[in-house]
């Protein structure tokens, strides 16, 4: 069973930046959109942004616009987060997301494949 495996996670003061990066655990896997979710104690998993391989084409919700960019490596099937001026806020379990259902999709009902997670501290 291919698993998405997520790296770049840990502690940052306010104001700091962290990349999380996730590729498929066999990365000859392709997938043909790749997100990433993000959830925070007491809330629902939330859409963060994503990644369409067809078209190479990125996006980033619209109230995380201009601190968090998203990119990938198609030849390593790698989705990158990278994430500026972190806030208090963007605390949480980061999850990436892929699926071979389509384009690129804000519901995690779409997403087959999913990263255990990794943890965003942001500290004041």
């Known amino acids: 069973q291919v698993q998405l495996v997520e790296s770049g996670g840990g502690s940052v003061q306010a104001g700091g930046s962290l990349r999380l990066s996730c590729a498929p655990s066999?990365?000859?896997?392709?997938?043909?959109?790749m997100g990433w979710f993000r959830q925070a104690p007491g809330n629902e998993r939330e859409f963060v942004g994503g990644?369409?391989?067809?078209?190479?084409?990125?996006y980033v919700v619209d109230s995380l616009k201009g601190r968090f960019t998203i990119s990938g490596d198609k030849d390593k099937n790698t989705i990158y987060l990278q994430m500026n001026s972190l806030k208090s806020e963007d605390m949480a379990v980061y999850y990436c997301a892929g699926s071979n259902w389509g384009p690129l999709k804000d519901s995690s009902d779409f997403y087959e494949y999913w990263g255990q997670g990794t943890q965003v501290t942001v500290s004041s």
């Open positions: 990644i369409g391989w067809s078209t190479g084409r990125t």
């Open positions: 066999e990365l000859t896997f392709t997938l043909r959109s």
